[in-house]
């Protein structure tokens, strides 16, 4: 008998129905607050957007909601001296906080910002102390954890975390406390303030050690660049348990940073969503009965929020759902198009009769050998400009002042098949220009090899904030992510397995850091390895840093060139299973150990690092 399948909406509806009545698992706190001004790293909405799915899901409600206050500056003073606190908004200090770049997005709102979390951080403290509360809750945001007591640093002006020990300790709780911090970044400001307080244990798995001062009651464990999903939760499984046993702890703060993940904007390991959960999912086990205040600390990029909010929903109500990243809303987008294009449509020639065959067929073989006549053996020319119509390509160049252009196909090109698409006026504008070609060279797979791509706006003068890229000529027309998502379609439609391309500078790989992978891991390690000097850079300055040769090998001083290879964005299952796969992992950890470099430039973040 076939098991009846429970549309989504009605899961959703009990999920709902069972959050207004029972006592909640944990309760959030939240306030508007939160929401920082738009700025270069972070997104501004990532708290509300956990919000708005844990609602939408059914996975709490309204009434499961702790509103604070605004973090008081007696509060602030529990920890940060006034000699600190009445500079804080002087330009030294808040380029020293956030870096030029984050100063001129107006960093005055930021501090505001982080009052509010401080606030949270003290609500969700003394609450889940309370005998009528429960035994988790959730601040979304705070994890400001580098901020020391006198000065602040990596985006983090006030150390909500300790206020609230110090907080809760002005209130008469004595007991002693353990801080899990698994940001990618170490909790280096937390551990110095907690340095002579025994009765606080502070435990913190990261890439690097930013304070390696020896102290009795700290575990810190640095586990370098590129870290997979293997080695992460190795090294919590193995020394979580042992910080429980040092600490003896009564109450738990966790540090649930983002940051770690693969596609994360500012980040350098690859853990997984998967891995992320479960990770999560061993914290929740290790506590235990314990009370427990969750904080979201690092994450970055428009993707950040999918990782907390599939946690929260685990431990709220014990739904797991992926959510989809920004790029798979996208491509589910463009297959919703690609269904939309008939293979009729894509395949007839312009000229052809009502059985598709063209003039060019009918006297294929008096002209002489056979030409290629298709795109990929597939596509047509007519084909192909209504595919750029379907997907928004030729919107774009409409809406830049060119309301006609001409799509011309040259298939036996020396270097693959050619495309091109001009203008279709006097000026006779390039704008697109691909050539492609098939490769099956990463056996097993075949791929659609992009020997070039070139997207332009001749008609439009650079501006003085966006400068030409290596490369350029002419600014860019605004649409590659719509010509990749065609040939990705390309990909599932004619059963290749991706697209592969070979970076010829370093912003084009930077650019494509989230989706695409080097064919050959030592060159993804390399990457990595220049990639974590540069991340927090506007991307010009980081490929700039790269072509002036401001990267060198830290021990023997060599300029580090930039090293093109094969990138692969995977298609198939098959293949990014090849790229999720453990053996890839450990070659590229391996290999990251064989690579220091160091950037001889200046960066815009003048204190390297994020919550």
Known sequence: MARKVVPKTVRRGLRRAVSNLRL???????????????????DSKRASKVLDYLMHEGCISRHHMLRPNRATITQLNLIHPYSYLDKVGEPEQLERVFGQEMFEVDASA?????????GGTIRAARSVLSLLGPRVIINLGGGLHHADADSGHGFCVFNDVAIAIAQLREDGYQRRILIIDLDLHQGDGTRRIFENDSTVFTFSIHANDWDDDPIEHDMSIPLGRAVGDGAYLDAIRKNLPIAFERARPHLVFYVAGVDVAINDKLGEWRITADGILERDKFVR???GNRPSIWLLAGGY????????ARSLAWLLADFDAEIPTATERALQHFRTMSRGLGV???????DSNDFGISANDLFADLIGPKRPSKFLGFYSAYGIECALGRYGVLDYVRERGITRSDLVMELDHSNGQLVRLFSDDARRDLLIELVVDERSDMPGFRLIW????MLQNPRLTPAQDRPLLPGQQHPGLGCLWHIVGMLLMSCERLSFDGLAFNPAHYHVAALSKAEAFFADPVLQARFLAIHSLLQAEPLYEATMAVTNGEI???????VIKWQPGRMVIPASAALKAHFASSEYDAVIQEACKSFDFVWTGTPSVKEKGHA
């Open 110 to 118: 930021i501090i505001e910002q982080q009052r509010w979390m401080v």
């Open 344 to 350: 009729d449509e894509l395949t007839r020639n312009q």
């Open 24 to 42: 909640p698992k944990a309760m959030l706190v939240y306030h508007s607050g939160y929401r920082a001004p738009d700025n270069p790293f972070a």
């Open 301 to 308: 990029g428009e993707d950040a929020w999918r990782y907390s």
């Open 552 to 558: 060198r090998d830290a021990k023997t001083g060599a």
């Open 450 to 453: 992009i020997e070039w791509l």
């Open 285 to 287: 086990e290790s506590i």
